[in-house]
């Protein structure tokens, strides 16, 4: 039986001092759809990614899971999502390896499953010559696969990424659509923060669009084969409602 | 030289606001107030400073009163033990402060300007905010001397031997930073690293102590004081006695060491601000390991639940990274010196007991504040996997208690042992004093990790130490918890003498508040909740209940 991993929102608030970094924000993420938060930058996409995925508190509103709310079930979010923040921060002085192991543990995954996913991630994104090197050398983009295969160790039902795919290589950028393609055909839910409208064209299913810490707006992008014109219509969706 | 002073000034401004950007007040400023945060920045400053200086020129002065009878004849003997202390905080302010500069990438722009000899920039910007307060611990001692009747040419004397010893520290701090992880396997590097350290700190002390080791019939020499250059100079009687007329050649040859001292260690500074700088610069790791094109490293056991896998972890994060993996041996570095005068002078009489009891405390309480910087520090950008994969607060301080106590335990016991062994004390209150100091360091440790996490509940990364505040902002949150130890201790002690002529009464009642106390925190922090499993392995809900 598909699980339902959908989201909802209700006038989530959160203020930074007196900055207000978000302002009663009401939405539904659906579950088996990749879903593109869009929005200028210091519109508050990473205070929300932050928030949803369990990292952030001290703030108002509401948050549920498949109906489960976030404040019952406070570690819910932080058991089935997994997040990818913009900028990979990671222990720069363990290796890759000591860091999936530290994940696996603490995630409770057993030895077998540990050993058949991590391969599989590390082999399709080409971490393999850099397992046993500590992270603080690689590159930026390697970090940024690093922190990808780190958020998909546990096979999250959610999985949350902040402009995760910036410094990618376009092989790996391919080998990361295919694995959220294969996530939302199981019917799991995957929010995508980006700037690239045509990769939100690409890729996702609906759109959240944010501009100065609140919901700008909210549209399903029913076109997605890529061709210019469905990209210049969206974009023309988009300024729409972040300059209205 | 004017811009490069003003130059030097900026560097230490725009670290300080990186690390204010990265803690809790620091959120959600915006660009219209930075204005207002430069002057909270400066003000910020030169309240810590004058914090510090204020400090050095209490402990000058109450070393010089507490050496009064000797002041006429044994100056110096005031002096070195300054000077080593002058070595001490300038080194760890410098690994501090280029760790910082490393992490937070807040000197880069030194290397696109075109500046010349960019490592001694980094040199006074240090030494304007940090390196310069160690005078203070000379001036009021050196202008005690003089009001006592002593040769006013000795204040610039001694301060030029502040100034040497500030500037060495600055040379050892950035020569234990500018060591990098080497290559190899993995296994090991650490424990390499770590005796690259100690071999860096062990040498320049030598170096420090006795650049000289000619002995000499006038100058006194004890095991404490080593035979340095530095203790030349009050018999050189520089410059009046000194003179070539005499053809003293001894006097001679002691004032050409002490100069060829001096030009050394400028040299040393120049050689190792360069090294420093360099490290910055290229990011400070170093590729290691043999590249593997399969993915056959994929070996090794996945641990079961949170706390040794944290263990594991932690131990690895401190023991890489140069000043956590200097913090982690407080306890040797205050007990050490301890032993050395337990050894030469025997102690004896109804107030060991009590004695050994504040002391241990005082380890711990010292220790389990330095341990709480060093393993929050640690966490460096992998501080949101904490918030990630632990389902509350509570299981992140009972893993970090778990493995700070496991080290502070490895590293305390032996030397703990040493001092009781060497102190004479019974063996059969040993396990009360061992058992009370992990005690109180578990205490102390839960108290202050607690309020230094809160500041930097909403950051993504740690940048060292400073991250965590300036000085003055993270010994208010230290101070609960180490108050509350030492507290609790002395009412041991006072208590003990109040019932009972018997010392080691004192161990039992100040096991028995101590562990009682651990307990009562413990339970605060929900560290004995019996539920410690992991936070679960599936993304699957559940039809009921959904939460672990």
Known sequence: ????????????????????????????????????????????????????????????????????????????????????????????????????????????????????????????????????????????????????????????????????????????????????????????????????????????????????????????????????????????KYIGMTTG | M??????????????????????????????????????KFRSSLLSNYFMYAFFFLVLSLILFIDNYAKIRTE???????????????????????????????????????????????????????????????????????????????????????AVTSIVLGYSLGSLISSTRLPSGSVRGRAMRNLSRNMAIAFMFLIFYTGISFLPSADIPSSLFYGDSALLYVPFINFPYSFSFNTYNLLQLWQFLQYSLYIVLSFLVLDWSARRGFRRIMDGGFRNIGQSREDTSAVQGKVGRGYLVPSLIKDSKLIIRESLPSLLIFTPMFLIFPYDVSLFSIKFSGEFIIPFMVVFSAMVSVISAACYSMAFLSAESGGIQYLRILFPDQNRVMRSKMFSSSMIFSIVYIPMALSSLLLSGISPIIWPGIIVSSVSIFCITFLSSFSKLLNRVRNVLRIRGIPSLGTPSVIALDLIPGSAFSLIITIMSVYISLLLSNDASLAVWIWSIISVSAMSAIFLKYGILKSKIEAIGPGPHLKEESPDI
Not at chain 1, 59 to 72: A, F, L, N, Q, V
């Open chain 1, 1 to 236: 039986m598909t699980q339902n991993f959908s989201i909802k929102v209700r006038d989530l608030s959160k203020r930074f001092g007196k900055t207000c970094a978000l302002n009663s924000i009401s939405a539904n993420i659906d579950s088996g759809q990749i879903t593109a938060l869009l929005g200028p930058n210091g519109s508050g996409k990473t205070t929300f990614l932050r928030i949803i995925s369990g990292m952030l508190d001290g703030y108002t509103g509401s948050i549920s899971i498949s109906g489960y709310s976030s404040s019952d079930y406070p570690s819910l979010m932080k058991r089935i999502a997994g997040y990818v923040p913009d900028v990979p921060a990671l222990y720069d002085s363990l290796t890759p390896m000591e860091m999936f192991r530290f994940i696996g543990s603490i995630r409770g995954i057993e030895e077998r499953e540990f050993r058949e996913r991590v391969g599989n991630l590390c082999s399709s994104l080409g971490i393999g010559p850099y397992l046993e090197k500590f992270i603080g050398e690689l590159s930026f983009g390697t970090r940024q696969k690093i922190s990808i295969i780190s958020a998909l160790i546990h096979d999250p039902g959610i999985l949350i990424m902040d402009e995760s795919l910036n410094g990618l290589d376009p092989k790996s950028i391919d080998v990361v659509k295919e694995i959220l393609h294969g996530m939302v055909k199981d019917g799991r839910t995957v929010i995508l923060a980006t700037h690239s409208l045509e990769l939100a064209e690409e890729l996702c299913g609906n759109m959240l669009v944010l501009r100065e810490g609140r919901l700008a707006g909210q549209a399903r992008i029913y076109e997605r084969h890529g061709n210019y014109d469905e990209t210049a219509m969206l974009r023309e």
């Open chain 2, 2 to 39: 004017k811009e490069r002073f003003a130059l030097a000034l900026e560097l230490f401004m725009e670290q300080r606001y990186y690390s204010y950007r990265s803690q809790k007040e620091g959120e959600g400023i915006s660009e219209s107030d930075v204005k207002a945060i430069r002057k």
């Open chain 2, 75 to 161: 100056f110096y003997l005031i002096l070195i033990p300054l000077y080593l202390y002058i070595l001490a905080f300038s080194a760890y302010t410098t690994v501090s402060f280029l760790e910082y500069a490393r992490k937070a990438n807040s000197v880069r722009m030194l290397g696109i300007l075109p500046v010349r000899r960019p490592g001694l920039l980094l040199f006074l910007s240090w030494f304007v905010y940090s390196g310069s307060l160690g005078i203070f611990l000379v001036v009021p001692a050196s202008f005690f001397f003089v009001s006592m009747g002593g040769s006013v040419l000795e204040v610039p004397v001694q301060l030029m031997n």
